[in-house]
């Protein structure tokens, strides 16, 4: 169990770490023509109209896996009868699988007429 909590406090950690890059990154992008991001990053996955201008949205999926573990937990008795020994024992284990999670990332930009981004938004590490 402990185990399971460093790995969620690591993922904390790198998840807020995480946070300032991406407003620097989205950030850098205020005032670009459109046509430099997607250069860059490729095609939208989404373009609303938003007249004079559009909202575009990249979408990435991210995953990752969280490690599984087993646990044996072991139980005993012995008897002594004059020379004879004799015992007995229990055992069971407790396995939890590696479990696959995931979420959708989303970086938004809202572009004026004149295809300059003038806002943005992000979701999602």
């Known amino acids: 169990m402990a185990v399971v909590k460093l790995v969620l406090l690591l ?5 807020l770490s995480g946070c300032v890059d991406n407003d620097k990154i989205m950030a850098s992008w205020e ?3 459109v046509s430099d991001v997607i250069t860059s990053w490729g095609p939208p996955g989404q373009v609303l109209d938003d007249p004079p201008g559009k909202i575009m949205t990249w979408f990435s999926q991210r995953n990752f896996v969280s490690p599984g573990y087993s646990q044996t937990n072991s139980t005993g008795s012995a008897y002594i009868d004059g020379n004879t020994i004799s015992g007995q024992s229990q055992s ?3 396995t939890m699988p590696a479990r696959v999670s995931g979420y959708t990332a989303t970086r938004t930009f ?3 007429g004149q ?3 003038y806002r943005w938004a992000w979701r999602g590490h």
């Open 11 to 15: 993922a904390c950690a790198v998840f």
């Open 31 to 33: 005032g670009h023509d």
């Open 92 to 94: 069971y284990t407790t």
């Open 110 to 112: 809202w572009v004026n």
């Open 115 to 117: 295809g300059k981004i």
